[in-house]
């Protein structure tokens, strides 16, 4: 990769320490997703720990913005909990995972429909949240083939150009 020869800053006094792409809101929508990314961290009450998804827009004008997804797994407070374990429960329904999720990283690539908005934090900051996940459409099924090949048989004639 070379030699990169970069400073880090120190924080400017009263500066929070968090990516840049956090601070960015997306328009209120629905959106292609997939799941880029998962970290398992404490929580900054030091209650419990969450499980972070970070997911990337994948069509649209708003695609490659990335935004994140917070799951307060583990909790002492049990109505959190269950809440956070409600939601994980309809993304992993909505990518096709029924049963158990051994590891958060068997999220990683998979893709999916989210219905985003446009949320006031407790802490006054505006961010997304994600209303709804939704499995993606099924594939439109292929077109079937059967008369030109059975067109083609009749004739005696292959269905692609011989090699010469």
């Given at each position: 990769?070379?030699?990169?020869?970069?400073?880090?800053?120190?924080?400017?006094?009263?500066?929070?320490?968090?990516?840049?792409y956090?601070?960015?809101?997306?328009?209120?929508?629905?959106?292609?997703?997939?799941?880029?990314?998962?970290?398992?961290?404490?929580?900054?009450?030091?209650?419990?720990?969450?499980?972070?998804?970070?997911?990337?827009?994948?069509?649209?004008?708003?695609?490659?913005?990335?935004?994140?997804?917070?799951?307060?797994?583990?909790?002492?407070?049990k109505?959190?909990?269950?809440?956070?374990?409600?939601?994980?429960?309809?993304?992993?329904?909505?990518?096709?995972?029924d049963?158990?999720?051994?590891?958060?990283?068997?999220?990683?690539?998979?893709?999916?429909?989210?219905?985003?908005k446009?949320?006031?934090?407790?802490?006054g900051?505006?961010?997304?949240?994600?209303?709804?996940?939704?499995?993606?459409?099924?594939?439109?099924?292929?077109?079937?083939?059967?008369?030109?090949?059975?067109?083609?048989q009749?004739?005696?004639?292959?269905?692609?150009?011989?090699?010469?």
């Open positions: 990769m070379g030699n990169l020869n970069f400073n880090v800053e120190a924080p400017k006094e009263g500066e929070e320490l968090q990516s840049s956090e601070d960015k809101v997306v328009p209120e929508g629905t959106y292609k997703v997939e799941v880029s990314e998962t970290t398992k961290r404490d929580n900054s009450a030091g209650t419990g720990k969450w499980l972070r998804l970070d997911f990337t827009i994948l069509e649209g004008p708003q695609s490659n913005e990335e935004f994140v997804d917070f799951f307060n797994l583990w909790h002492r407070n109505e959190v909990e269950r809440i956070a374990k409600e939601e994980l429960s309809r993304l992993c329904r909505a990518v096709g995972i049963g158990t999720l051994d590891d958060a990283e068997d999220l990683h690539g998979l893709q999916l429909l989210v219905d985003l446009i949320e006031q934090g407790k802490d900051k505006t961010r997304n949240r994600v209303k709804k996940y939704k499995p993606l459409p099924a594939a439109a099924a292929p077109v079937a083939q059967a008369p030109a090949e059975e067109a083609s009749e004739s005696g004639a292959w269905p692609w150009p011989e090699k010469s």
